[in-house]
Every structure is written in structure tokens, then in C-alpha cells.
């Protein structure tokens, strides 16, 4: 039936896939998979296409045909077949992936006819070394024993197996891990708008963990666009496919598209999408619980007064109607009131809930973290001297302070602010030495720059902090402006600090530009008076009263060589003494000639 006279049949209207199949009228296309390290053509995927004149539009139509005539095996077997012979005509390039779903995998085993494949194929004088099966069904696959049988007859031979389209929520890890393929195809839709999306960047660096410990390669599906490429090589892919590498067609290609050529042999590195990172993500109320004894709600002043003497470190006590907490009684509530003349006397033997907090805060243990930052802007402040009742499902748990919850929210913003700014949301101190770093192991010129504002504290006292926020937000936004989001990154070290890693050419002509954008709308935050005047009466550091002249920015800039610099800190360290040099000179913008690394602690610790 595999003759050089295939094809041929099919100038009649073909209707049925028995017709397909007996007239071996299907097409077969064949799209590279490239090498991104190479920047080479590693191997093809076999993609069958319906004939002309079929009633069929593409190959999901032509499976669900042969679903529906209950031929599902014979036509998945004729696509091998036709792919084999095929491939055996043309000018072979790497090996060949040959879809199968693990359904019919399992069933032509049984049958023998897998066997009978790679015995034609070795027929049509294929190696079995250069064929790559790739399962396209991991739904609910049970047999696995039979699929590794075939898989080890193929292997035997240098053959591997593949799975396809990892991720796309049929996927299985535990497949992966019993199959051990040779190849993990990513779905495309983790790679669509990858260099957009730090989710997706996530979970491609995940799987590249995963496959590292089970010992397979990742195959990027779907590539469309320079960007998605661009991020893919410089994550360490192995290999990518796509119409942007290269698109199927008849003939076996040997090198990927010109354009994707241009993009492998670039070495300028792309702009990684902000990975946003909450540190108290996944953080509940349990993190603040204080295992604490309760008292009855008729509990007197006196009994309560000696669990305090009795647990030193206790700050309030839960008074409690059965399983639930009625109200709250802090120490320092109880010790004023002793404090008072006659007190114990009159109130001693009372119950305690007459000075009770009787509407205390009752938190729920699984409360994440971030929703208690409200109580910290409440307008009743006593949540946060006398604390709070941790619950769960209504019942006492313990107690929380307002101290700690202080605390654990002041840490998660200092720790999200090293990944984000939050006045500008602007990558901050982590990524910012990350990207150093990736530069410098790439090998790659680039310049990094320094951004100060002068006379920014005059203005910030002068006018407050409300409109000193403002000033630095117009500062990121003139940088941000001037920066090819492809090639220049920009991050917020804090205040008005900010460092630039620019590969653009053109470099020069767009830190002008943004000093000049900067200095003119700048002005257009001073009143009129003080723009008339040229600037602000303010203390100085020294808390002297003086003139000072309206805001306007410094960019110390130093070219960065490859091997001159060992890591991120001796750049931050001379992307910071040049930005001294500018502030210095005045001049706007700084060039520093090379020099011994002998400049201050780095601004990103």
C-alpha cells in the first residue's frame, strides 16, 4: 500500500476516512524542532494534512472522522506509516517525532503491529535511533506497563519517546515519571506571551527544574514571536518549535527561519516580566496565634488580676459564655484599675466583664494576613494595645497582639518592596542584581546607569511627602519612557534612587532625553511663585535655612565590558560613584571613564 505511487489516488472526491485510508491520499508536512543552543534545525514533528478536495479542514476534523467510523487505529496507524515513507523520501534532517495517542500505542502493541512499523521502517532504510514517538493522549492512561514494553523495544534501537503538550490540564507528572521520556513538549499556552506574564515564566523555569530531575528535554510549543523566543533561550531551553522557527511544509528544512536565526545569535538578553513576589502569601492568622487560658465572663477582678500575676508574658485575657468569647480584658486595663483608690475594695470580687472590651475583634485562624492590615488603619485603636481573639469556626483558639501583627506586615512589605516598589511598582533591589548578573554571564556590553534627583529633599520638606511621591513617580515615568522594554531595564532601588541596565545602542541620546523631559516637567510641580523664583527656602542637612534650586535628575552612567566586572555589586559600586561624579558636576548626565573598583558599598544591599 506504501508505494511510490501513493498520493496519485484522490482525484475523486474522497468522503469517508476508509476512502483516505485505502487511497493513501494523506499529506504529510513536516515542522522543524531547533536547537536554541545551536541555532540549528534538530529535529521534525510528522503533522498530517487532509488532501484537497476532502471535506476535511485540518487534522482534528480528520480525528474526529475517525472517531466517529470507529477507525481510530487504522488511521492513526496510517499517518506512522505515510510519515515514514515519506520522511524516507526526503532529505532527512535530526530525527522524526511520530504522534500516537497512548490508546492506539496500546493497541497496536497488542495486535503486533507497532513491531510491523519499525520493521518498516527499518525497510524503508530508517534508523530506529532517529524516531521519537510522541504520546498525544495522557488522559486516564492506565496500561502503562504495555506503552513502556513498545517504548523498550524502541529504545533498544536509540529510539525515545516524547509527551506532548505538557501542561495543557490532560498532562500527568506521575506519567512523567513512570514513562521517564527522553522529551517534554510545554503547551503552548505557557509559552504564548511568556516575556509578558511572570506566571508563565514561573512555571517554564519550573518544568525546567522538574525535567533536570528526571532527565528529560524540553521541547517549547507554539513559538509566534521574537520576544516568546528570546525568553526561551535565555531560560536555557533546549528546544523550541513554532511558526516563528519554522512552518510545516513538504520538504525537511536544515536551518531555522532567518529572523529566529537573528534572534539565537543575539546576545543581547531579554527583559524577564516582573516576577511578583508576596512574602506573607500563604499566611494566615495562625502565623500571630498565642496559645492563652480564658476565664468565665463572671470571672471577679481579683482572679483575674492573679492569672496576670501568674502568666508574666500574658497582655489580655478572653472571657468566655461556653465556647464562646464574649469579651476581652487587657493588663493594662486591669492594672489601672487597681491603680485607682478604693478599687479593689468595691470592684474586687465583681466580675470583670463590667471593664471589659465587650466587643473585642474576633479573627478566624484561617484569615490571611494581608486582610489584617486593615485593623492597622481601624479607626478603634484598641485592636492594637489590647490585641485580638484568634477563632476557629467561632470557637477560641488563642489570642493575637497588635505588636506582632505590626511586625509580620511590616517584614512582608520590606521583603515585597526588595521585589517591587510600591510607589512605582518598579522591580526592586533582587531583580535588579538578577539582571546584573544575567548580563554578566552573558557576556554582554551594556550600560548601567544611575538615577538621583538634586534638591529632592528641599523640595520634600517644602512641600510634603504627598507631592514628593509625586516627583518620583514623574521620575520613573520620564526613565521608563526612554527604555525599549525589550532591551532596557529599569529598577527602583527606594526613595529617589534608581539603576537602568540598558542595551540599546542608542543609549546616550535617550538618558538626554529623559534628563531634559525630567528637568522641564518637574518645574511644573512648584508653585508659580516658586517656579518664578527658581526653587524653595528650606533647611538644609545641616538644618540651616537657604535657597535651594528646583529638583532636577543625575545620571551617572559607566560602560560595562565584558569580564571587567565579577557580579552585580562591583556594578551597583561604580553605577553608584558615578552617579556621585553627576550630582557633582552638575552636568546631568555622567559618563565614568573605567576605572579600579574602588567605590562604596553597593545600593542593593
Same mark, same amino acid.
Given at each position: 500500500?506504501? &508505494?511510490?505511487?501513493?498520493?496519485?489516488?484522490?482525484?475523486?472526491?474522497?468522503?469517508?476516512?476508509?476512502?483516505? *485510508?485505502?487511497?493513501?491520499?494523506?499529506?504529510? $508536512?513536516?515542522?522543524?524542532?531547533?536547537?536554541?543552543?545551536? !541555532?540549528?534545525?534538530?529535529?521534525?514533528?510528522?503533522?498530517?494534512?487532509?488532501?484537497?478536495?476532502?471535506?476535511?479542514?485540518?487534522?482534528?476534523?480528520?480525528?474526529?472522522?475517525?472517531?466517529?467510523?470507529?477507525?481510530?487505529?487504522?488511521?492513526?496507524?496510517?499517518?506512522?506509516?505515510?510519515?515514514?515513507?515519506?520522511?524516507?523520501?526526503?532529505?532527512?534532517?535530526?530525527?522524526?517525532?511520530?504522534?500516537?495517542?497512548?490508546?492506539?500505542?496500546?493497541?497496536?502493541?497488542?495486535?503486533?503491529?507497532?513491531? /510491523?512499523?519499525?520493521?518498516?521502517?527499518?525497510?524503508?532504510?530508517? &534508523?530506529?535511533?532517529?524516531?521519537?514517538?510522541?504520546?498525544?493522549?495522557?488522559?486516564?492512561?492506565?496500561?502503562?506497563?504495555?506503552?513502556?514494553?513498545?517504548?523498550? /523495544?524502541?529504545?533498544?534501537?536509540?529510539?525515545?519517546?516524547?509527551?506532548?503538550?505538557?501542561?495543557?490540564?490532560?498532562?500527568?507528572?506521575?506519567?512523567?515519571?513512570?514513562?521517564?521520556?527522553?522529551?517534554?513538549? *510545554?503547551?503552548?499556552?505557557?509559552?504564548?506571551?511568556?516575556?509578558?506574564?511572570?506566571?508563565?515564566?514561573?512555571?517554564?523555569?519550573?518544568? &525546567?527544574?522538574?525535567?533536570?530531575?528526571?532527565? #528529560?528535554?524540553?521541547?517549547?510549543?507554539?513559538?509566534?514571536?521574537?520576544?516568546?523566543?528570546?525568553?526561551?533561550?535565555?531560560?536555557?531551553?533546549?528546544?523550541?518549535?513554532?511558526?516563528?522557527?519554522?512552518?510545516?511544509?513538504?520538504?525537511?528544512?536544515?536551518?531555522?527561519?532567518?529572523?529566529?536565526?537573528?534572534?539565537?545569535?543575539?546576545?543581547?538578553?531579554?527583559?524577564?516580566?516582573?516576577?511578583?513576589?508576596?512574602?506573607?502569601?500563604?499566611?494566615?492568622?495562625?502565623?500571630?496565634?498565642?496559645?492563652?487560658?480564658?476565664?468565665? #465572663?463572671?470571672?471577679?477582678?481579683?482572679?483575674?488580676? @492573679?492569672?496576670?500575676?501568674?502568666?508574666?508574658?500574658?497582655?489580655?485575657?478572653?472571657?468566655?459564655?461556653?465556647?464562646?468569647?464574649?469579651?476581652?480584658?487587657?493588663?493594662?486595663?486591669?492594672?489601672?484599675?487597681?491603680?485607682?483608690?478604693?478599687?479593689?475594695?468595691?470592684?474586687? @470580687?465583681?466580675?470583670?466583664?463590667? $471593664?471589659?472590651?465587650?466587643?473585642?475583634?474576633?479573627?478566624? *485562624?484561617?484569615?490571611?494576613?494581608?486582610?489584617?492590615?486593615?485593623?492597622?488603619?481601624?479607626?478603634?485603636?484598641?485592636?492594637? &494595645?489590647?490585641?485580638?481573639?484568634?477563632?476557629?469556626?467561632?470557637?477560641?483558639?488563642?489570642?493575637?497582639?497588635?505588636?506582632?501583627?505590626?511586625?509580620?506586615?511590616?517584614?512582608?512589605?520590606?521583603?515585597?518592596? /526588595?521585589?517591587?516598589?510600591?510607589?512605582?511598582?518598579?522591580?526592586?533591589?533582587?531583580?535588579?542584581?538578577?539582571?546584573?548578573?544575567?548580563?554578566?554571564?552573558?557576556?554582554?556590553?551594556?550600560?548601567?546607569?544611575?538615577?538621583?534627583?538634586?534638591?529632592?529633599?528641599?523640595?520634600?520638606?517644602?512641600? @510634603?511627602?504627598?507631592?514628593?511621591?509625586?516627583?518620583?513617580?514623574?521620575?520613573?515615568?520620564?526613565?521608563?519612557? !526612554?527604555?525599549?522594554?525589550?532591551?532596557?531595564?529599569?529598577?527602583?532601588?527606594?526613595?529617589?534612587?534608581?539603576?537602568?541596565?540598558?542595551?540599546?545602542?542608542?543609549?546616550?541620546?535617550?538618558?538626554?532625553?529623559?534628563?531634559?523631559?525630567?528637568?522641564?516637567?518637574?518645574?511644573?510641580?512648584?508653585?508659580?511663585?516658586?517656579?518664578?523664583?527658581?526653587?524653595?527656602?528650606?533647611?538644609?542637612?545641616?538644618?540651616?535655612?537657604?535657597?535651594?534650586?528646583?529638583?532636577?535628575?543625575?545620571?551617572?552612567?559607566?560602560? *560595562? #565590558?565584558?569580564?571587567?566586572?565579577?557580579?552585580?555589586?562591583?556594578?551597583?559600586?561604580?553605577?553608584?560613584?558615578?552617579?556621585?561624579?553627576?550630582?557633582?558636576?552638575?552636568?546631568?548626565?555622567?559618563?565614568?571613564?573605567?576605572?579600579?573598583?574602588?567605590?562604596?558599598?553597593?545600593?542593593? /544591599?
Amino acid at each position: 500500500m506504501h &508505494s511510490d505511487s501513493l498520493g496519485l489516488a484522490g482525484q475523486e472526491q474522497i468522503c469517508s476516512i476508509r476512502e483516505l *485510508i485505502d487511497s493513501a491520499a494523506l499529506r504529510v $508536512h513536516f515542522q522543524p524542532i531547533v536547537d536554541l543552543a545551536g !541555532v540549528s534545525v534538530y529535529a521534525h514533528e510528522a503533522l498530517v494534512r487532509p488532501p484537497p478536495n476532502s471535506p476535511w479542514n485540518g487534522p482534528l476534523e480528520l480525528l474526529a472522522s475517525a472517531q466517529s467510523e470507529n477507525l481510530t487505529l487504522e488511521f492513526e496507524l496510517e499517518c506512522l506509516f505515510r510519515a515514514l515513507w515519506c520522511w524516507s523520501r526526503s532529505a532527512r534532517v535530526g530525527r522524526l517525532f511520530l504522534n500516537i495517542s497512548a490508546s492506539v500505542l496500546v493497541k497496536a502493541a497488542e495486535r503486533q503491529q507497532i513491531v /510491523r512499523l519499525f520493521d518498516h521502517a527499518q525497510a524503508l532504510g530508517l &534508523s530506529l535511533s532517529s524516531l521519537v514517538l510522541e504520546l498525544t493522549e495522557h488522559e486516564q492512561v492506565v496500561e502503562i506497563d504495555a506503552i513502556q514494553s513498545v517504548i523498550e /523495544r524502541l529504545r533498544r534501537h536509540g529510539g525515545a519517546l516524547a509527551l506532548d503538550d505538557f501542561g495543557d490540564g490532560r498532562s500527568s507528572l506521575r506519567l512523567w515519571s513512570e514513562l521517564h521520556p527522553e522529551y517534554v513538549k *510545554i503547551d503552548k499556552y505557557f509559552v504564548r506571551d511568556v516575556n509578558q506574564h511572570s506566571h508563565k515564566l514561573q512555571t517554564v523555569q519550573a518544568l &525546567s527544574r522538574l525535567a533536570e530531575i528526571f532527565g #528529560a528535554k524540553l521541547v517549547a510549543e507554539g513559538i509566534e514571536t521574537a520576544d516568546e523566543l528570546e525568553i526561551l533561550r535565555d531560560l536555557g531551553l533546549p528546544y523550541a518549535q513554532g511558526f516563528y522557527l519554522g512552518r510545516p511544509q513538504a520538504d525537511p528544512v536544515t536551518v531555522p527561519l532567518p529572523d529566529a536565526e537573528r534572534v539565537l545569535s543575539s546576545r543581547q538578553i531579554s527583559v524577564l516580566p516582573l516576577q511578583k513576589q508576596v512574602s506573607n502569601r500563604g499566611l494566615t492568622a495562625r502565623a500571630l496565634l498565642i496559645e492563652a487560658p480564658t476565664v468565665e #465572663a463572671q470571672a471577679s477582678h481579683e482572679l483575674v488580676a @492573679g492569672l496576670f500575676k501568674q502568666h508574666k508574658g500574658l497582655h489580655a485575657l478572653a472571657l468566655m459564655e461556653g465556647e464562646r468569647p464574649v469579651g476581652l480584658i487587657s493588663r493594662k486595663t486591669l492594672q489601672d484599675l487597681f491603680l485607682q483608690i478604693f478599687f479593689r475594695d468595691i470592684y474586687g @470580687g465583681r466580675p470583670c466583664r463590667l $471593664h471589659a472590651n465587650p466587643d473585642p475583634l474576633l479573627v478566624d *485562624i484561617h484569615t490571611p494576613i494581608e486582610n489584617l492590615t486593615e485593623i492597622l488603619t481601624a479607626a478603634d485603636q484598641r485592636y492594637l &494595645s489590647e490585641g485580638f481573639i484568634i477563632t476557629e469556626g467561632g470557637q477560641y483558639r488563642g489570642l493575637g497582639t497588635g505588636a506582632d501583627l505590626v511586625r509580620m506586615v511590616t517584614e512582608a512589605r520590606i521583603e515585597a518592596a /526588595r521585589h517591587a516598589n510600591p510607589l512605582t511598582f518598579l522591580p526592586g533591589n533582587i531583580p535588579i542584581t538578577l539582571h546584573i548578573q544575567r548580563l554578566l554571564d552573558n557576556q554582554q556590553d551594556f550600560i548601567a546607569c544611575y538615577a538621583d534627583l538634586n534638591q529632592f529633599k528641599a523640595f520634600n520638606d517644602h512641600y @510634603g511627602y504627598w507631592r514628593g511621591d509625586a516627583v518620583i513617580r514623574l521620575q520613573a515615568e520620564c526613565l521608563q519612557a !526612554v527604555c525599549d522594554p525589550r532591551r532596557d531595564f529599569i529598577g527602583h532601588v527606594g526613595g529617589d534612587d534608581f539603576v537602568l541596565l540598558l542595551q540599546s545602542p542608542d543609549w546616550h541620546e535617550r538618558l538626554e532625553r529623559s534628563v531634559q523631559t525630567f528637568n522641564r516637567k518637574a518645574l511644573e510641580l512648584y508653585d508659580q511663585a516658586d517656579q518664578i523664583a527658581g526653587g524653595v527656602h528650606a533647611e538644609d542637612r545641616n538644618g540651616q535655612l537657604r535657597f535651594h534650586p528646583c529638583t532636577s535628575v543625575s545620571l551617572g552612567v559607566v560602560k *560595562i #565590558a565584558p569580564g571587567r566586572y565579577a557580579d552585580a555589586e562591583s556594578v551597583a559600586n561604580a553605577a553608584a560613584s558615578a552617579k556621585h561624579h553627576a550630582k557633582q558636576s552638575r552636568s546631568g548626565l555622567y559618563l565614568l571613564e573605567p576605572a579600579p573598583q574602588t567605590a562604596p558599598t553597593s545600593p542593593l /544591599r
